[in-house]
């Protein structure tokens, strides 16, 4: 062991400051890291500790427990709303207090004044200087609480309910004026469950953005008080001749029960049940506190009279669209204008009588309640608009404004297509079984239809023939673009399912359209306003000169091939009703999914009219077709606009009278295609061709064989049509 010689360590290598300092560095990052976690570990354990102190049991945990699921559903439900009010927030952009500041006079074809619009309405009044029993009226009767509740008055409309349950009948509303108010402003009367959540919504916001006394301003300016008048200064003056600030009680009371059914309780056209409303006011008066009985009784015992106006009723849906036609036309610094327009009072009077009469007469048979028409005539002016039944119930114009699905109304844009596209009105197509991707459309009948005629075809309304013509040799584009060329201004959805209706279009729209057919296949004609004169005297719009000129959208061959079509369907098709003795009519029908819409759109040589009823609220009526209720409204109206005028021949068809050997004609025509479809349908085999090249090899045969269809040898245009 001595001789064993010990070995010394290697001599360490000294690290560099450098070295030191990053060892210094990773110790803290280590220590604090640990210093973090015991501190955090300490202050979870003494907030355990803490809490342990509130945790509870039994029915007290119960209660927390609600209060837990009610703070989570509340969140959720904060989420809710705040999408449900996204839309009706939308509504108040842009400056929603102005009324624009154009005052037009609006004259009727004949130069009779018929309405007035924009601010020549009347100057507002302040509340603060109206009579005390005017406002205390309006609030007895429209809204007792306004000053107490924040836009919904919950306890009003719990009493509402209450009230109507009772009585088993609609005696009180619910809404209040901030309601009222938000539906006038942004709204419309559509009866819909959307429109309800929007009104709530937008009252709160009213709410919050006015004071009540601004909220009640805008309401007594705003409101249709019947006669044409909108706002409660206009209808003092329009019915008693005075201001509003010197309105006596009874006269107070007679405007107050305007506001909820200004066309039924105008005084200028039913003073009995003016002065009967009028003395509901009044008692209303006495059951919120406002007044004493004593108070009122003198204006009880002598109750309003009015300023003898006669029995002049406003048009008011033509008014509302001549005047958005004025803004569009009316040039910078053109406000105080008078409107020459294409009104004509007696067909006017005409299209509402015959809405009126058959609802009252058939609405219930067919559960509907509402109805809009439009009347142009040849050279495009339009002569009459029907946007609802009253106007004071709704201003909402159902013929300019609502989109409604159109039916079988819509084939003749398809049609046409095909007529530019070579077919002709003897062109034969497979009424049979057709597939579209997913898509497989069904007639009416519910069988399947065989080789038909695209006339039998139209008359009859086969759905899968205009299916099989867009699908096989037109395509979905050409026939929007066709629509949209014949003066359909309405969005268009370019998908498939368009050619049996179900793009949404508005009754002025389809007039719009179908009056290319009675104008020689123009458009561009449809006007309201003939002349803008200002106060002065100076024409400032002529529409003869200023307007531009019409186009044509259909060539001639397409436009005689259309229109002997479409005469086709009130003589032996879906349209039978709409016949009007002794004149050619020519139109189409249109009913749309579940019945909710019913179409008869319908021209002659000298005026075309479009006709829809439905409901509001989207129902569906009782199986109402077009060719039912909306074709006799068509007929009672055009029957009367047809006396004692020159009857113009339909473009393409000779005559304007419908002769019995014409008709036998027709009828005879029908039957014999109707039995060669059946024949051919029978004997028809699975195609293993396309359909073009079935098409080419009928129409080979037929010409071949010499085989008329229509008692008429084959166009020669039938091969060009291939």
Do not use: C
């Amino acid at each position: 062991m001595a001789g064993l010689r010990m070995s010394s360590p290697a001599p360490r290598k000294r690290r560099g400051p450098i070295a030191a300092r990053l060892l210094a560095l990773d110790a803290w990052i280590d220590s604090t890291l640990y210093e973090i976690g015991f501190k955090a570990g300490q202050f979870w354990e003494s907030a355990t500790i803490f809490f342990r102190r509130f945790r509870v049991k039994g029915w007290r945990r119960g209660i927390i427990e609600l209060l837990s699921e009610g703070f989570t559903l509340g969140a959720g439900g904060s989420v809710l709303m705040l999408a449900l009010a996204m839309p009706a927030f939308q509504d108040t952009a842009g400056d929603w207090r102005a009324q624009g500041d154009f005052a037009v006079t609006f004259l009727d074809r004949y130069g009779n004044e018929i309405g007035q619009r924009g601010i020549i309405q009347r100057d507002s009044v302040p509340v603060d200087e109206m009579p005390d029993h005017v406002i205390k009226a309006v609030l007895a009767t429209e809204d007792r609480r306004f000053f107490e509740h924040y836009g919904i008055d919950f306890l009003g409309l719990m009493r509402a309910i209450f009230q109507n349950v009772r009585a088993n009948s609609v005696v009180q509303g619910g809404s209040s004026i901030t309601q009222q108010l938000a539906k006038n402003l942004f709204l419309t009367n559509e009866r819909t469950f959307e429109r309800k959540i929007k009104e709530a919504f937008l009252s709160v916001w009213l709410e919050a953005n006015l004071s009540k006394k601004e909220i009640l301003q805008l309401y007594l300016d705003r409101a249709y008080m019947g006669g044409g008048t909108f706002g409660i200064e206009a209808a003092a003056d329009f019915y008693f001749g005075k201001s509003v600030k010197d309105l006596n009680l009874a006269e107070a009371a007679m405007l107050a029960g305007l506001f909820k059914a200004p066309t039924k309780y105008a005084p200028h056209i039913n003073l009995p049940a003016a002065r009967a409303r009028a003395n509901v006011v009044l008692s209303n008066l006495v059951d919120a506190g406002f007044m004493t009985e004593g108070q009122v009784l003198q204006a009880r015992l002598h109750p309003a009279d009015v300023v003898d106006r006669g029995e002049r009723k406003s048009p008011d849906y033509y008014l509302d669209w001549a005047f958005d036609e004025v803004k569009k036309i009316a040039k910078p610094g053109q406000h105080s204008l008078v409107a020459h327009t294409t009104f004509d009072a007696n067909i006017q009077k005409a299209a509402e009588e015959s809405v009126e009469f058959h609802l009252r007469q058939f609405g219930k048979e067919y559960n509907v309640t509402e109805g809009a028409v439009v009347v142009i005539e040849t050279n495009g002016a339009v002569r009459a608009i029907v946007g609802g039944r009253d106007y004071g119930a709704s201003q909402f114009n159902r013929a300019t404004k609502a989109l409604r699905q159109t039916g079988s109304s819509f084939k003749p844009y398809v049609y046409a297509t095909a007529m530019e596209h070579g077919f002709t009105p003897e062109s034969v197509v497979s009424g049979g079984a057709v597939s579209w991707g997913n898509w497989s459309p069904h007639n009416y009948s519910g069988g399947a239809a065989g080789n038909v005629t695209l006339l039998v075809a139209m008359a009859k309304s086969i759905n899968t023939v205009p299916v099989r013509l867009a699908k096989d040799y037109l395509g979905i584009a050409p026939i929007k673009a066709m629509a949209e060329a014949m003066g359909v201004e309405s969005p268009l959805e370019a998908h498939k399912t368009m050619v049996l209706g179900t793009s949404l279009m508005t009754v002025m729209d389809q007039a719009t359209g179908y009056s290319v057919f009675a104008q020689n296949g123009f458009v561009g004609t449809r006007h309201a306003i003939t002349q803008l004169v200002t106060r002065t005297g100076d024409v400032v719009y002529d529409w003869t000169k200023d307007a531009p000129p019409p186009h044509r959208v259909l060539s001639e061959q397409a436009l005689r091939s259309m229109n002997t079509m479409l005469a086709a369907v009130p003589a032996i098709g879906t349209a039978r009703r709409a016949q009007i003795p002794n004149v050619v009519v020519a139109g189409k029908t249109g009913t749309t999914q579940s019945y909710r819409d019913a179409w008869f759109v319908g021209f002659t040589g000298n005026y075309t009219a479009a006709v829809w009823l439905g409901n509001d609220d989207f129902s569906p009526t009782k199986n109402m077709t077009g060719g039912s209720l909306p074709a006799m409204v068509w007929q009672r109206l055009m029957a009367y606009a047809h006396q004692n005028i020159d009857l113009k021949p339909i473009p393409g068809i000779d005559k304007p009278f419908v002769d019995a050997e014409t008709a036998a004609k027709a009828e005879e025509a029908q039957k014999k295609s109707a039995e060669q479809a059946a024949a051919e349908a029978a004997a028809e085999r699975p195609p293993v061709l396309s359909g073009r090249t079935t098409q080419t090899l009928r129409e080979m045969t037929k010409v071949l064989q010499a085989a008329p269809v229509l008692a008429a040898p084959p166009a020669p245009e039938t091969l060009s049509a291939l």
